[in-house]
């Protein structure tokens, strides 16, 4: 069996309730937040991307479950928090 066939799998027999989601998507959030700290804080170019798509791909799961515009609002909450960061910022806005 594959990772996709356990994970399809996976998706059709565990269900979540909303407040489980809203749990797991504000630890995904503070992990991010973590993430981006130690690698953009730090200096990390080389790496710079991963951060960046992880911002991008947690935007799209929140506008996915319901949160209008979030995708954008993280973009931005990002580019503001590490705007001495042009490398960084570059990486974000080549996702959009």
């Not at 700290?37 to 506008?63: F, N, Q, T, W």
């Amino acid at each position: 069996m594959s990772v996709t066939d356990d994970m399809k799998r996976w998706e059709n027999t565990i269900e979540l309730t909303p407040e489980q989601i809203d749990a797991y998507l504000g630890w995904l959030e503070q992990e991010i937040e973590k993430r981006a700290d130690a690698i953009v804080g730090g200096g990390y170019r080389k790496v710079y991307y991963k951060v960046a798509d992880l911002i991008v791909l947690l935007g799209e799961v929140l506008e996915s479950n319901g949160k209008s515009h979030k995708k954008v609002a993280m973009m931005e909450y990002y580019k503001k928090t590490y705007a001495r960061k042009s490398a960084f910022i570059k990486e974000l806005t080549q996702l959009t």
